[in-house]
């Protein structure tokens, strides 16, 4: 999640809070490809593998999107990145998941928040650099794949390694580490949950920041109040709402600008 240098801001509840409110319910979805993406290979638990590796695209079904509440909508068309390097996917065209909280996803069983939490600074720090850069996208599915299933963060060392054997997958492996390197727990950490199956691969994706919400001025990078401040709020509502000069929701305004923002 990135904060917008629009004098338009907005009030965020806590990371965990918005997390603990999101994170129930089904998501149904349609496989749209890996894009943008790189063949590579890597190790894990002494066995060599192969992958696409990249970004996951998926259509959210517009019939059954399940009974997820927030976003993506229904019909829409959003990315992911795998947290199972070692199981198939997908069984089918379309497969039906379970949003859940990342810390809780059952792979590495379950994740945990330390695991969750780099997964979570990788995404806020280097998430919107990959663009259409497959070597890039390949190196982050590498470095989320390293965090999951490993101990440690070297991609030369421990159960999961990253492939070497050519001048693109050294590409990749150097990326990869080099990102691995600076996750060191300040920097941001993206709003992220999972998508967990029985028989398809988990996936992790983020949440979408609704249009027109902005970080709080007088809120840190933590979403509390500067010592100076007033203001930040920990209310789960997944949309925008006006908000008074005394930084209360405006009844019945919903979904509209006002001059002191609005609360998510």
Same mark, same amino acid.
């Given at each position: ?14 990371? !965990? ?8 319910? $089904? ?12 063949? $590579? ?46 199981? @198939?996917?997908?069984?089918?065209? &379309? ?7 990342? %810390? ?9 928040? $330390? &695991?969750?939490? #780099?997964?979570? @600074? ?14 890039? =996208? /390949? /190196? ?23 492939? =070497?054997? %050519?001048?693109? @997958?050294?590409?990749? &492996?150097? +990326?990869? +580490? ?8 300040? *920097? ?5 949950? #999972? ?10 994706? @983020?949440?979408?920041?609704?249009? *027109? ?15 100076? *401040? ?13 908000? $008074?000069?005394? %930084? ?7 979904? !509209? ?8």
């Amino acid at each position: 999640m990135t904060a917008s240098n629009s004098n338009q801001s907005c009030l965020l509840e806590t990371l !965990e809070d918005r997390q603990l409110f999101s994170a129930m319910g $089904t998501m149904n979805v349609i496989d749209a490809g890996v894009a943008p993406s790189m063949i $590579t290979s890597y190790t894990l638990n002494g066995v060599k593998d192969y992958a696409d590796a990249g970004v996951s695209n998926w259509t959210r079904s517009a019939t059954n999107p399940g009974t997820f509440a927030a976003g993506p909508k229904q019909g829409e068309k959003f990315g992911t990145f795998c947290l199972e390097p070692d199981q @198939e996917f997908p069984s089918g065209a &379309k497969v039906a998941y379970t949003v859940i909280d990342l %810390n809780s996803d059952p792979t590495s069983g379950p994740m945990g928040a $330390t &695991k969750a939490d #780099a997964i979570r @600074e990788l995404w806020g720090r280097f998430r919107s650099t990959i663009g259409t850069d497959g070597t890039k =996208a /390949a /190196a982050f599915q590498i470095a989320v794949w390293e965090i999951v299933t490993d101990s440690g963060r070297n991609l030369s060392s421990g159960v999961f390694r990253a492939g =070497a054997a %050519n001048p693109s @997958e050294i590409a990749i &492996k150097n +990326q990869a +580490q080099s990102w691995l390197n600076q996750i060191n727990g300040t *920097g941001p950490k993206a709003n992220l949950l #999972a998508l967990s199956s029985p028989t398809d691969q988990d996936q992790v994706f @983020e949440l979408p920041t609704p249009v *027109g919400c902005h970080e709080h001025p007088k809120c840190d990078d933590q979403h509390q109040p500067k010592k100076s *401040g007033k203001g930040c709020r920990q209310q789960p509502q997944p949309e925008c709402v006006a908000v $008074t000069e005394n %930084n209360r929701p405006a009844q019945g305004r919903r979904n !509209e600008r006002h001059k002191h923002g609005c609360i998510r």
